[in-house]
């Protein structure tokens, strides 16, 4: 039972059935956040809300909105760097859950775990989120930042996102044409106070339990095809796994090389003035013989490798001698290896971002959401 009379709420509930304030809404004060990370940082939460169902959240956040008070909406932590003074508000930890199949159609609650609902789709061989395997979090940080990997993004599968707006108070269902989709970007992130993601809708492809076409090279590689091939869905993904394991990319408790926020920096996306001065860097430091890992990003656009930039810009693997280091397996990782702070691990962040602009002119960009600190 809640320890608070929650304020009455006058407007409509999602669902029905909704009166009230649901008693299993589950509610702690005090409570600290570095067990709900993955980097296993930051200090407590003035108030901590677990809701269950859409009901809940939508209850729960406009409870915080009626009263000003400062929320932080959080699915799976794996995202998030949060202070070591922690969060002076309410959190609202998203559990909900509820998949949905209709046909090649899914419906998802936000607080299903990501990286399982792959599971169940490739186990009804169903393609198109199968190199997204092994991802952390939850459903409803999907598209957040456009979660992808090894070739796919959500943003290829996503149809419809039912969200709440916190602006009208009003539960909305957005096509994924007004999503704002993007590298590692969405319409969410780019007005982080505005939505909070209920449930995600998804159109997947059978293709008689053929894996989508093989983007990338390094899993075509591995699975012995061309890039554009398709395999048995079931291969592409263990195949996705084996290499994401392989950097630290999969969560495993016992390896403090998987205690990260995934990769720290987005790689970054350079106009052509930017291409320009940066292929000079490269020639002035490396020698004319070295050429950069560059991607089209669109119109005038390119795309680099942030893992290429700090490894020639200087930092290893294992980087620093202090309980934040580079991860053992991927140079884009930065990792707690126990008994850190949120300090240790922005102090590293910092000497790596000044490392690369120094060597390069490229100011990198962290990933992550930061909570209460800024890079
Ligand atoms: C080992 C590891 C590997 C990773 N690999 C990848 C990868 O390959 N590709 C990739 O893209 N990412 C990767 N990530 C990053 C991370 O897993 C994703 O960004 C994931 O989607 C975050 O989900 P989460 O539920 O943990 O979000 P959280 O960390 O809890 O939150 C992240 C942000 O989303 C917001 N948010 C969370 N839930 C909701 C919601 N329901 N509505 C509105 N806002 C919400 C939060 O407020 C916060 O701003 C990796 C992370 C780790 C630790």
Request: aromatic residues 6%; negative net charge; contains cysteine.
């Amino acid at each position: 039972m809640s320890p608070e009379a929650p304020a009455p709420d006058r407007r409509p509930p999602v669902g029905a059935g909704a009166a009230g304030y649901p008693e299993r809404v589950q509610e702690r004060r005090d409570a600290p956040l570095a067990p709900l990370t993955t980097l296993r940082l930051g200090g407590p939460a003035r108030r901590l809300v677990t809701a269950e169902t859409d009901e809940e959240v939508v209850r729960a956040v406009r409870e915080a909105d009626a009263t000003g008070t400062p929320l932080l909406v959080l699915g799976g932590g794996s995202n998030l760097v949060v202070s070591d003074d922690g969060f002076d508000g309410t959190v609202v930890r998203v559990a909900s859950t509820g998949v949905r199949f209709d046909g090649t159609r899914v419906e998802v609650a936000a607080g299903e775990n990501w990286s399982a609902l792959v599971d169940r789709v490739v186990a009804g061989a169903f393609a198109g989120i199968e190199c997204l395997a092994g991802i952390p979090g939850s459903v409803g940080a999907t598209p957040v930042q456009n979660v992808g990997a090894y070739g796919q993004e959500v943003a290829d599968v996503l149809t419809e996102v039912v969200a709440l707006d916190r602006g009208t108070g009003e539960v909305v269902t957005l096509p994924a044409a007004e999503c704002g989709f993007a590298y590692r970007h969405s319409r969410f992130k780019a007005e982080p106070n505005r939505w909070v993601v209920l449930r995600v809708r998804m159109g997947l492809e059978d293709a008689d339990g053929l894996s989508a076409p093989l983007k990338y090279a390094e899993t075509a590689r591995l699975l012995g095809v061309s890039p554009g091939d398709r395999v048995p869905i079931g291969d592409a993904r263990d195949g996705v796994l084996r290499l994401r394991a392989g950097k630290g990319m999969v969560l495993d408790p016992d390896d403090h090389d998987t205690w990260s926020a995934g990769s720290f920096f987005t790689n970054p996306i350079l106009d052509e003035g930017a291409l320009a001065a940066f292929r000079r860097r490269v020639t002035e430091r490396l020698g004319p013989e070295i050429t950069p890992p560059l991607y089209p990003a669109g119109e005038g656009l390119t795309k680099t490798s942030a893992a290429w930039l700090i490894e020639r810009a200087g930092f290893a693997k294992g980087h620093g001698d202090g309980p934040a280091r580079i991860s053992g397996k991927h140079t884009l990782a930065l990792t707690n290896r126990g008994g850190a702070r949120t300090a240790d691990l922005l102090a590293l962040a910092r000497e790596v971002r000044a490392g690369v602009r120094e060597a390069f002119g490229v100011t990198l960009v962290n990933e992550p959401v930061t909570v209460g600190v800024e890079l």
